[in-house]
């Protein structure tokens, strides 16, 4: 009876293994000859060129002074070290004998045309989410217009047995979302536009949606926040710990701009994602994106000039503490009211850092990394920078201003607060 037990356990699990083996092996796709770059047409060119840049495509798969689109970008993952692909049309090293079936597969289900799993590092769950036509412009303009580079990848630095790419499979089956777009029959046409562009191509909640520990989205809570490359892309719904809730209009001059007066600048990862990404989309889309967010901020009415809330950090900037005893007001008086103290008006790129969400999030990385590293002309909006004080003030005067800038936005002190901005300073820093 025990060896009967023991035979059909192990006929369940051997079963269960073949079966395994069967959902997770993909075969390989034939190589081919790089396509003619004549063969597509200037308008599928451009409407891919479009899409790419929306994708972040070349933010993700460009090394810092590295050649674009040959890959290497280093991404600090919770599971180790990753380099982005080669996706340049070199036939050796990049994509160039890639079919445009292979191309689609890898889009879709993140399988190489080798048949090995790609990480899911690569948000294929979102690119599934395109229609066919927008997967093939892509594939267009990286074939036509993107120069081959021959740069081998560099090996990643994932521990055993993460790194075994068959087991990929497993963490798709569980953790996924591979389901096509659908259209919500109860919203409007440009909310859907938005919602295409967001869960699709754009992928915003690849990067704003919180993960289980194995790095799985927690799709019941999209868009609620979550770390990223050493900062926090916050929320973007009604759980946003912004004093001022963000409005259609806000989300519009944020993505089109890169500034919201009313919540603060694009800095940090943001920055390429507004500046040489969305900024490639038309008007109307960036408009679509923003009816899309607005409405799951849910707040679209409100006048933020009117808010009490505006209205109490503007006069909570004076009176300043005395500054002899309180040494977070004076190096705050000193390095940074010039340029952030505001009147009734707020000035455009300066932000009344009390509104501003990274003093009002759980955690005091995104205040932290500014300091540290000011706000370049590529960032935030053209011709307002911020100098950076990495160099300038020590982890106690940054911890010293930092709080100061908490307690005069109303909220608790944050634990150990010192020791964060240690922590903070010596973390991989995000470069593109």
Known sequence: MRKRIIYSICGVVVAGLVLFGIYAWHPEIAPITPPAKDQFSAETIAHGKMLAAAGYCSTCHTAPGGQEYAGNYQMNTDFGTIYSSNITPDPETGIG??????????????????GHHLLPAFPFEHFNKMTDDDIKSIYAYIMSSVPAVKQE????????????????????????????FAEHTD???????????AEGIAHCGACH???????????SHIYEGAPIDGW?????????????????????????????PFHGSAAGPMAPVVHHGLAALSDSDLKALSVYFGDIAGNNSDDPAANPKLQAAIKA?????????????RL?????ASCHFSSNTLKKGRPLLALGSAVHLDEP????????DGVRSNQGIPGVVMPAFRHALSDDEIAAIAEYLRHNAGEQPWPNLQQQVGLIRHQPRFEQ
């Open 97 to 114: 004998d890639w079919s445009e079936a292979a191309f689609i597969r890898a889009m879709r289900t993140g399988v190489s045309r080798d």
């Open 187 to 197: 919203k409007s046409a440009e909310w859907n536009r938005g919602a295409y562009l």
């Open 209 to 219: 949606t919180p993960r289980n520990s194995l790095g799985g989205e927690k799709y």
């Open 332 to 336: 705050y008086a000193t390095a940074c």
């Open 365 to 372: 990385t995104n205040l932290v990394n500014v300091m540290l």
């Open 153 to 180: 990848k560099k090996a990643n630095g994932i521990p055993f047995p993460l790194n075994i790419r068959f087991l990929q499979a497993g963490w798709k089956m569980l953790f996924a979302d591979t389901s096509a």
């Open 317 to 329: 900037q004076l009176p300043m503490p005395d500054a002899r005893i309180n040494q977070g007001a």
């Open 232 to 260: 926090i892309a916050p929320s973007l719904t009604a759980t946003s710990t912004s004093p001022l809730p963000w409005r259609q209009q806000d989300f519009y001059e944020y993505l089109r701009t890169g500034n919201s």
